[in-house]
Structures are given as structure tokens and as C-alpha cells.
């Protein structure tokens, strides 16, 4: 069996439509295209025997390190032994909109360079694409100049390369010698229901290497951070843009489906989905950073997606704004490392999770600030989240996690019930909305705030708990004082700080997302622990959360990304990947550091 690469070994290239994951080794073992939750080509990550693959490697043992190109999206993997030095370049394909009328360009191209810079090395490809997750071993024809094809239905995959390929038992293999000075490229690219570009190699490949690049850091450029993580802080933003489908703003949670929160179990989700929940602190984050155009699409992308349900939300929407589809389970694949099942689509889109309304009042908010004025369609959906929460918040639900069980008084659902109506009449303070009932809203968001003082205080844990009139504990307490309800410097959420280190963090720089979690030994929550050093910078203790942020860095790949959990005893990544939660973390929190040290800068709730 084909050894299987861990979760942490991947890095990812991708052009705001769809992205890859290719591993230490030069294997790219997961691509869908069209889109982010189109169907697999290549998909080793979740059956390493049958998932389907494109490797380029040297044939003998190599020495391996690699790093993005600065400030871009272009991986580069340098392979070394004793008879020479490859590098092996991996990109999609990125522009501007003039520039890709100009010349022959691709809409959907994965493009992979291998040059020697020392020495000779002889090297191999193995390109073995299987469909639909697994279950079709394609015909791939050979059409001569026009290099290999692939044809299903309407759909074409063309794959070009400057060295022969023939065929093999599973798909397409060569082995060929590169000296120093000479470098292969190969294109592969897909089209649907149209003539297929097939851009020449040769120059244009540089050229496109050159435009990538350069597109990548006009990109990164735009960021306003200043400051000792600027390099994490800039390479999490870049992870977003990753995420971001460019034909509708939305932010997808991750690229990846049911790489597993434990190895060997169940615990295993699709995330290729947009999830309301990550709205305020994508507005945040984004807004935070400068980058106002690419918040503005996420929050355009988020009118319109909810204004079909309203005023009900949906928890997950695909990229367009359109339901996913239902939750099912690929019997074909084994799971990364044998954890099984492996699911596409998502049943959270059935739960009930009251605190979404919160999070879309609050990146509406924070996206208008004190001064634009609202249009009318926005206007209305905001009276219809007042309507909506002043009447159900007393509700149980599914609470953010998502949990699969009977529904619960969750204490962030109610934390966000407050910030909807808290937010909404501050805009109708300020002459920014119109048509609310002020005194009805303004009785519930008292009403709310009693029940999370008198019912989410547990007085003999000293601690806000996970759910009204509960005991245990959870890390999104700490949000809280994120989003304006208590001040994180208070006695109280001081307290429920204390609790949460000596019961949820089991080092430094690690955090168990409540005692549930930590009971069923799933890995501590990467997010968690940025939010803790951002709880401590708003409480002052600047220091503490240089500390806490610093140990939760030493937790990511070797090029900066971060999964959804860390196992605390090996420290390997667990669940999808790269994480959008998790970077989003990253950048609020070294935002709150910022924020708690610059006199120009103040906290934003």
C-alpha cells in the first residue's frame, strides 16, 4: 500500500474558483473542478490507493524542504540528493481581467514546473486521475501535439507537458533526466461545454509564473498590517483569498471533505460549504487589514445568498447561494487513514443555529461603520433578523458546534441574539435604519442579557458555562468579550478565563473547545487558542497573549497553515485543511494586539 501522507503535509495552490493540495513529496493528491465542491480528479488524501494522484518526484531518496514564493500562492518544493538540486514549482494560473483578454488564457488551469538549478537528477511522473471521487478510471486518449485528453460528457481534461508520457497501468508515467539549467513544465487544464484552451507551454508558462506572482503580491500588498507577525498575519490573508470563490465573494470554510477530527473515526465533515457563523469575524478580519474591496463582495455574496430564506437563514450555503446538497457518504474511498465515512455535503444544513443571525447583523455592521447610509433591501432584512430574533431567541438549537443531539440553551446563541438586536439599534440610532420596533427590541436585548448574567453564570464554577443553567465549560465564552457584552478585563469574565486555562488548556498555546470535546479525545480547536490571546489583549495582559499566540504558531506546517484541531500530544493537524476558522483567528487576534498597543487603533465589536 502507497504510504499516506499526514494531514500537516499538505500545502495548497489555488485561483478563487477551485483549489489543489499537494504533499511534502510532490504529489498532488486532491483537486476538484470546477468549483471548490465539484467532484474529485485527484483525491489521495482521502484513499491513498484509489483516490487518484499526480506525482512528480526524484526516482532516489531526496532531502525535501519547500516555502510559498513571498508574499504569493506559488508553492515551491526543492527536492536534494548527492547528484543534484529540483525544484518543483506548482500554481494556478492568476490575473487581471485585461490581461486575460489579451492573450490565451484558460479559465481553469493547474500549471507544474520542475527545473534543475544543480547538479543532474533523474525523476518520475506518475499522473493517475480518477473521477467522481474515485469512481472512474478515465479514458485518457492521446491526440499527439495537443498533448492527452480526457473526455466525460461535456467536460475535457487536457494535460500537456515537454516530455513524453505514455501509458500505464493506471493512468500516465515517464522518467526523465534533468541537468542543471533545464526545467519540464506540464499544463492541465479543464473546460465544460465550450472549445478547450490549450495554451502552449514554452514561454508562456514563464509568463504566467511571472503574472501569478505578481498578481499575488499587488494582492498581499493592499494588507495595512504592520507589525512582529506580519509574515503569519499576511500568509493567513492569502489562505482567505484562497478560499474566496472570485465569481461570487463568497469564503468557503476549507477546500477539503473528511480529513478526520480524530484518526480512525467518524468525525468527518464536508467543509467545501460558506458558513454563516464566519461572517463577522471575516468582516472583521478583512476590514481589519484594508482589504475593503474583497469584504465588500463577501458581504454583497451574503445579502444575497439570505435573501431567498428570509427571514429565516440557512446555517450553510454553496458558493452561490444556493442549499448544498444533502449529506451522504462515499462507500468507494477508505478515509484518510482508514477513518471512515467519507461525506459530501453537509446535514448542518437542517439544524437550527440561532446565533447566525447575530453574525450577519454583525458583518453588516461593522461593513457600513457609523457613517453610509443603508439601502432598502438591507434595511429589510435587518427589521426581519429584529423581527426573527426578538421572537425565537428563547429557543433551544444546535448551538456552533454543530452538535447532532437534542437541542440546547446554548450561551453563545443567546450572546448573539443580544448582538443582532445590540447592532440594530445602534444603526437605528444613528439614522442608518428605519421601521424598528425600538422599545420591543431594546425589552429583549435586556431580556437576553439577564438570562446570559443570571442562567449562563454558573456561581459555583465562577464561570459563564456552555449553556444556560449548565456546568460545563466552553472556549466560546471568551467571545463574550469579543463582541462587546462584558469587558474581558471584568471579574467575571476574568473568572470564567481562569476556569477555562486550568480545565480546557492542556499546554500552552492549545485549547480544548469545552469538556465534551476533551472527553471524547478530539484535538484541542486551533481557532480557540487565537481567541484566547485575543481575550487577553483586550484584557490588557498584552504580554500573556504574545505568549499564548506565539505557542499557538509553533502549531502550524512549515509554510503557516493551520487544520481545524491539534492533536496535544503528537501535535499533528487533525480535520479539514487548510482551515479558513482557524486563519481567520490568526488575523483578529494579532488585530487585537495591534489594536492594544497603537493609540490610532481601538477595538472593534
Known amino acids: 500500500m502507497a504510504e499516506v501522507s499526514k494531514i500537516q503535509d499538505y500545502a495548497i495552490i489555488g485561483n478563487g474558483r477551485s483549489a489543489a493540495l ?4 510532490g504529489s498532488l493528491d486532491w483537486l476538484c473542478w470546477p468549483r471548490f465542491d465539484s467532484a474529485s480528479i485527484f483525491a489521495a488524501i482521502i484513499d491513498v490507493e484509489s483516490g487518484g494522484s499526480w506525482a512528480i518526484r526524484p526516482v532516489k531518496e531526496s532531502q525535501v524542504s519547500r516555502c510559498y514564493v513571498d508574499k504569493t500562492n506559488v508553492l515551491e518544493t526543492t527536492f ?11 500554481f494556478m494560473p492568476v490575473t487581471s481581467e485585461k490581461e486575460k483578454r489579451e492573450q490565451l488564457w484558460a479559465e481553469h488551469e493547474l500549471v507544474r514546473q520542475i527545473k534543475c538549478i544543480q547538479g543532474k537528477m533523474d525523476l518520475v511522473v506518475d499522473f493517475n486521475p480518477r473521477l467522481n471521487y474515485g469512481s472512474s478510471s478515465p479514458e485518457i486518449k492521446n491526440v499527439g501535439q495537443l498533448g492527452w485528453r480526457i ?8 494535460l500537456r507537458s515537454d516530455v513524453g508520457l505514455v501509458s500505464a497501468a493506471k493512468g500516465l508515467s515517464a522518467k526523465f533526466r534533468l541537468e542543471a539549467g533545464n526545467k519540464i513544465a506540464f499544463s492541465l487544464t479543464f473546460s465544460a461545454e465550450g472549445p478547450a484552451v490549450l495554451p502552449p507551454l514554452d514561454d508562456l508558462v514563464v509568463r504566467k509564473l511571472n503574472l501569478t506572482t505578481q498578481w499575488w503580491r499587488e494582492w498581499a500588498s493592499e494588507s495595512n498590517y504592520r507589525g512582529p507577525y506580519e509574515h503569519e498575519v499576511v500568509r493567513s ?4 483569498k484562497l478560499l474566496s470563490y472570485a465569481p461570487s465573494g463568497a469564503i468557503i470554510a476549507a477546500p477539503t471533505t473528511s480529513l478526520p477530527e480524530r484518526v480512525g473515526g467518524d468525525l468527518n465533515w464536508d467543509y467545501r460549504f460558506a458558513w454563516l457563523r464566519d461572517a463577522s469575524f471575516t468582516v472583521h478580519a478583512l476590514f481589519g487589514l484594508g482589504y475593503k474591496d474583497d469584504a465588500k463582495a463577501f458581504v454583497d455574496w451574503l ?20 442549499r448544498p446538497p444533502p449529506e451522504h457518504e462515499l462507500t468507494q474511498l477508505r478515509g484518510h ?38 439601502d432598502r433591501e438591507t434595511q429589510k432584512m435587518l427589521r426581519q433578523c429584529a423581527d426573527y430574533v426578538c421572537t425565537h431567541w ?15 440553551h446554548y450561551t453563545h446563541s443567546r450572546l448573539m441574539g443580544w448582538v443582532a438586536l445590540d447592532r440594530i439599534l445602534k444603526m437605528q440610532a444613528c439614522g442608518q435604519l428605519n421601521g424598528i420596533a425600538v422599545e420591543k427590541c431594546e425589552a429583549e436585548r435586556g431580556r437576553i442579557r439577564e ?11 465562577e464561570a459563564y458555562t456552555q449553556t444556560c443553567g449548565g456546568e460545563e465549560l466552553d472556549a466560546s465564552a471568551l467571545l463574550l468579550a469579543y463582541h462587546g457584552f462584558e469587558e474581558a478585563s471584568s471579574q467575571r469574565m476574568q473568572q470564567t478565563y481562569k476556569c477555562i486555562r486550568e480545565r480546557l488548556v492542556p499546554k500552552m498555546g492549545l485549547i480544548y473547545r469545552n469538556q465534551h470535546s476533551k472527553d471524547l479525545h478530539e484535538g484541542a480547536f486551533a481557532l480557540c487558542s487565537f481567541w484566547e490571546a485575543n481575550f487577553l489583549a483586550r484584557s490588557g495582559c498584552l504580554e500573556e497573549a504574545r505568549k499564548v499566540f506565539e505557542a499557538a504558531l509553533n502549531y502550524a506546517n512549515d509554510v503557516d497553515l493551520f487544520a481545524e484541531e491539534i492533536d496535544p500530544e503528537t501535535g499533528a493537524a487533525l480535520g479539514n485543511f487548510p482551515q479558513g476558522f482557524t486563519h481567520l483567528g490568526l488575523i483578529n487576534a494579532a488585530l487585537a494586539m495591534r489594536d492594544s498597543e497603537e493609540p490610532t487603533h481601538k477595538f472593534e465589536s
Open 80 to 90: 536534494a540528493n548527492e547528484s543534484g538540486q529540483t525544484v518543483l514549482i506548482d
Open 22 to 25: 499537494i504533499s511534502r513529496n
Open 303 to 322: 445579502l444575497h445568498a439570505t435573501r431567498l430564506t428570509r427571514p429565516e437563514l440557512r446555517v450553510v450555503y454553496d458558493v452561490f447561494g444556493e
Open 337 to 374: 487513514a482508514g477513518s471512515r465515512p467519507v461525506r459530501i455535503g453537509n446535514a448542518a444544513i437542517a439544524q437550527l443555529q440561532l446565533d447566525i443571525y447575530g453574525e450577519v447583523v454583525e458583518a453588516v455592521s461593522h461593513f457600513i461603520g457609523g457613517n453610509k447610509e443603508l
Open 451 to 461: 438570562e446570559i448574567e443570571t442562567r449562563a453564570w454558573n456561581s459555583q464554577l
Open 237 to 240: 490573508a492569502l489562505v482567505l
Open 151 to 158: 473526455e466525460a460528457g461535456a467536460n475535457i481534461f487536457a
Open 394 to 408: 428563547r429557543e433551544p438549537d444546535n448551538g456552533m458546534w454543530e452538535e447532532r443531539g437534542k437541542l440546547r
